[in-house]
């Protein structure tokens, strides 16, 4: 008998003695490894990082800010890979992986934009600035929505897939225009303090909090990619499913 | 942090902190929960048609 497992993956045995339960319990240990590290982390950036001596307690919200950009990044860089794949190979497998991080970085940089409003507002004095940085974030979170929009309103589900894959190679370039905003022009935010040319500029402490943050969300991104594959799967397979079926009732009614 | 709290009342800086990690994590718990909700409806639909269609082959023979 075939049947479809919780992956919307086809298998020849019974559900339940198949990978995808090893494959599930994977992934519920990632999800109590994410939650466990996240607790570690959070507790890090607010008892065992110093306090900022110029910025004060605002400064902690940088080990939240820069973990969600990173995971963006990471996010985009997965959409870049899946839309190559896809065009390259035309396998669904390779746009369920680009839409998946693609609605993913969407989520993550509403987030980074909102945090870094946050830090603005008590640093600066002002909720945004059209400075290169924020400027150019914000243009990369309207790429991500045009992706997700071309795919919503385009009519044959073949062109939307091949167009916002077409969207995620070119859209890729805003990301090092971000990264790179801060030393190429003249900017407000600060510059990079650990990917910085003359190396990390972080006390130890800090440092090691943001690193130890930037492992937390990087395991939360994982087990929330995981997871929205899976769903994207499984939503595939109900919809071959149902084809089927009325293949079969056709056939049946002919 | 919890020191600082307690001698400066609630400046600007830690209110503004306490509101970003708020709005991250709920959030975060809000992203999760609709995607298990969704998962759950994929898995239910995803068992439903495959009942309705081995009843319509079983009809069928």
Known sequence: MISVDTSGRKSMTKPGQTAHVIADRLRLALGWVTVLTLAVSTGMAFFYAPTDAVQGQAQRIFYFHVPLA????????????????????????????????????????????????????????????????????????????????????????????????????????????????????????????????????????????????????????????????????????????????????????? | MLRSLRANALDNGTLYLLVAFVIVFTTLAAYLAYLSRRLRAAQQSLEADAGSAAGEETAGR
Not at chain 1, 71 to 86: E, K, Q
Not at chain 1, 196 to 217: I, S
Not at chain 1, 219 to 229: A, G, N, S, V
């Open chain 1, 70 to 254: 990173w995971v963006a990044y990471l996010a985009f860089f997965l959409v870049l890979i899946g839309s190559i794949g896809y065009l390259w190979k035309r396998e669904r497998r390779w746009d369920t992986l680009a839409h998946s991080s693609a609605e993913l970085g969407l989520f993550l940089t509403t987030l980074v934009l909102i945090t870094g409003s946050l830090w603005g507002k008590t640093i600066w004095g002002t909720w945004w600035s059209w400075d290169p940085r924020l400027t150019a974030t914000l243009v990369l979170w309207f790429i991500y929505l045009g992706y997700i929009m071309v795919r919503q309103f385009t009519t044959e589900a073949e062109r939307g897939r091949r167009m916002s894959a077409v969207l995620g190679i070119v859209g890729f370039i805003d990301v090092p225009i971000v990264h790179q905003s801060v030393v190429w022009w003249r900017s407000l935010h600060p510059d990079p303090v650990v990917l910085n040319a003359n190396g990390p500029q972080l006390p130890g402490t800090m440092l090691a909090t943001l690193m130890v943050n930037l492992l937390a969300f990087t395991l939360l991104f994982l087990y929330f990619l995981l997871k929205r594959i899976q769903i994207a799967n499984l939503e595939a397979a109900a919809v071959e499913q149902k084809r089927h079926a009325a293949l079969v009732e056709g056939q049946r009614i002919g």
